[in-house]
């Protein structure tokens, strides 16, 4: 049966090309005033102004929902470490305590803390809390988010994981994008060698991960004391022969050359890019490469520098943001808060950090097509908050405005 949601004051539709949004054409949000969507069968069939929607031939057998506020496209969530067994509280309490990245890595915490518990945890329990943490997301009008693995580090670990992604994906009404990180760090039983655990990973990991079509993405870490640039790109480039798309971390703490090799391997989207250079802005937009913004990442650690999204913009390299949603570095799901941050910690406009957390959000999932805007044929995916104007969703933070979520034309979230 076709729902007509009503009584919308403000609906962004980010309604233009079907490609990511770059420079100015950020700034379009395809604002509609007194506005209606149209859904049916999982699609928008009509979105705009309500009496245009109304005379569509189908209205006037909907179910009429009113709803009031502003309307978004769901949120796209396009980066997040989602799969862990455990909090990593001694990490917390260490940086509190004014220890660096590197000295909590040194202690035995950090992405290797990580591995025993992840290894120890039977799949059914990791997909029932991957699906718990998932209802949080929708709470907070994400309708799709990304699920690195990259905690397991070893050819059981890593396919348990992506196979309870892929369990959970039937627990939980968000859509579930998965991406193999096996290429995270170097495991303890390699003993630092990274080349050799690179190998291991290319042979073993990314062939098995491709045929049980485990994952639509892999990705990589490329940092210092991590994987070199040269392995990067070799790698990225292994994954593609195998029909995996690619993404890269890379400049999360130092520019060390893994966006240009992410470029270079056709990454779809280099990820933190907080240390990027002028010629690293250049090959991402050359390469047509997303940059994927972090900031409440840099927000938690504390740090002084924020990606530089300014500077990203202006050289017409598209932007999208992401939570970064993770135990160590990161542990917020809220989209509504990556927005805010990214306007008062990147100088980006509202109407900027919403375009980047929607429709540029679903092109670096390769999914622009299909989500992050609001048009006829698009997915019904729909994001509903108390507000009267958009801009609200950027002005206050620390908490959620969405008072409804849509996936697929179905209410999965209301608030009470």
């Known amino acids: 049966m076709p729902i007509l949601f009503t009584g919308i004051k403000q609906l962004l ?164 994008v998965p991406t193999l990180l096996a290429a995270h760090s170097v495991p303890p039983e390699f003993n630092g060698d990274a080349q050799k655990y690179l190998d291991y990973v290319t042979a073993e990991i990314l062939p098995k991960v491709a045929a049980e079509k485990l994952a639509r993405f892999t990705d990589v870490f490329c940092e210092k004391g991590y994987f070199t640039p040269e392995q990067t790109k070799d790698y990225l480039k292994a994954a593609a022969r195998l029909g995996l798309k690619t993404k890269v971390h890379s400049e999360q703490l130092s520019n060390y050359g893994g966006t240009r090799a992410g470029a270079a391997a056709g990454a779809v989207s280099a990820d933190h890019a907080d240390h990027v250079y002028a010629e690293d802005i250049a090959a991402m937009r050359d390469a047509g490469t997303i940059a994927a913004l972090l900031p409440a990442s840099n927000f938690y650690l504390g740090l002084a520098k924020y990606p530089p999204a300014r500077e990203l913009i202006a050289e017409g390299v598209p932007v999208a943001l992401a939570t970064d949603f993770n135990p160590g570095t990161c542990p917020c799901w809220n989209m509504q808060f990556v927005v805010a941050c990214a306007c008062t910690h990147c100088a980006m406009t509202p109407e900027e950090a919403l375009c980047a957390a929607t429709v540029n959000g679903a092109w670096a999932l390769s999914m622009g097509d299909r989500a992050g805007s609001v048009a006829p044929g698009m997915q019904a995916d729909l994001a509903f908050f108390e507000a009267d104007d958009y801009r609200e969703l950027a002005y206050y933070f620390g908490d959620s405005q969405c008072a409804m979520t849509v996936k697929h034309g179905r209410v999965v979230w209301q608030k009470r």
Not at 46 to 62: C, I, N, Q, S
């Open 13 to 176: 539709t980010f309604a233009g090309d079907n490609a990511p949004r770059a420079g100015a054409a950020m700034r379009e949000t395809g604002l509609v005033k007194n506005a209606a969507v149209l859904v049916d069968n999982g699609l928008i069939l009509a979105a705009g102004p309500r009496a245009a929607v109304l005379r569509h031939r189908l209205a006037k057998k909907a179910k009429v929902v009113e709803t009031g506020g502003v309307c978004l496209p769901g949120f796209v969530d396009s980066h997040t470490h989602a799969v862990f067994a455990e909090p990593r509280l001694k990490d917390f309490s260490m940086r509190t305590a004014g220890a660096s990245y590197q000295e909590i890595k040194a202690a035995g915490g950090g992405i290797i803390s990580s591995i025993g518990a992840v290894r120890k945890q039977p799949q059914k329990a990791m997909a029932a809390q991957l699906a718990a943490r998932a209802e949080k997301f929708l709470r907070c009008g994400t309708t799709t988010a990304e699920v690195k693995s990259g905690y397991g580090l070893s050819l059981e670990a890593e396919l348990k994981t992506l196979r309870a992604v892929r369990e959970a994906a039937k627990l939980t009404r968000l859509e579930l």
